[in-house]
């Protein structure tokens, strides 16, 4: 099994859910996602972009950790980059899909590459 995929091809990407919701008996907090977005077989292939936001994700998630510290952040940091490397490898090798996936990857939704942009100006204003 590799880390970061749940089926060939599956990884977790970013969302948002209500802080302390309830669904099935779990309760999920605020950042930590439950929905996954398949990569393999995007028309274009999944990004390097893609790829590392959903390793990111999954790091994320099952380490518990949602801003970096100094004490979090190289351990966070290498974590993600192993994982970006291994997905990258995994879905390279893996055989081409016969159908594209039927959800969009988040970054190449509208709302969220706006929602970046306002980011990355909002940085550079301050």
Do not use: W
Not at 47 to 69: C, F, H, M
């Amino acid at each position: 099994m590799f880390f970061g995929v749940n089926e060939p091809g599956q990884l977790l990407t970013d969302c948002v859910i209500e802080a302390h919701e309830s669904v099935g008996g779990r309760t999920y907090h605020r950042g930590m996602c439950r929905n996954i977005t398949t990569l393999r077989g995007l028309e274009p292939a999944a990004t390097p972009d893609e790829i590392e936001a959903a390793a990111r994700q999954y790091v994320r998630k099952v380490s518990g950790v949602q801003s970096l510290s100094d004490a979090t952040r190289e351990p966070f940091e290498a974590a993600v980059a192993e994982i970006t490397e291994i997905t990258r490898r995994l879905l390279s090798e893996l055989p081409a899909r016969r159908q594209p996936p039927a959800k969009v990857p988040p970054l190449r939704r509208p709302e969220v590459q706006a929602r970046i942009a306002a980011k990355a100006t909002k940085s550079q204003a301050s």
